[in-house]
Nanobody, 116 residues
Framework: HVQLVESGGGSVQVGGSLRLSCVASGDTISRYCMGWFRQIPDKERERVAGPTLGGGIPYYLDSVKGRFTTSQDNAKNTVYLQMGSLRPEDTAMYFC???????????WGQGTQVTV
């Protein structure tokens, strides 16, 4: 199955930008639905961005719409999350995930911390 490794997190000032990367190995990401999630301590993990089951416009959490963009480079087997206009409430551990279908995520990376 696929293995996922996130990178690109760090500390950034309010209003700043970061680009997270999720590199996959062991399989090709074109076979999976890839998604981005985030979690803060004592809170449930929430989905941030990713394709939807029916295709079309990607899903974005309401609070990140217009600020975050997800993209996928199949040739590099990598998924990206471009984050802009960052706010303190975006502080979280960010994870990428893969699943056989959108909404069914079975494989997860170890996460990368974003602090605003």
């Amino acid at each position: 199955h696929v293995q996922l490794v996130e990178s690109g997190g760090g500390s950034v000032q309010v209003g700043g930008s970061l680009r997270l990367s999720c590199v996959a190995s062991g399989d090709t990401i074109s076979r999976y639905c890839m998604g981005w999630f985030r979690q803060i301590p004592d809170k449930e993990r929430e989905r941030v961005a990713g394709p939807t089951l029916g295709g079309g416009i990607p899903y974005y959490l309401d609070s990140v719409k217009g600020r975050f963009t997800t993209s996928q480079d199949n040739a590099k087997n990598t998924v990206y999350l471009q984050m802009g206009s960052l706010r303190p409430e975006d502080t979280a551990m960010y994870f990428c995930a893969a699943g056989p279908r959108c909404g069914y995520y079975y494989w997860w990376g170890q996460g990368t911390q974003v602090t605003v």
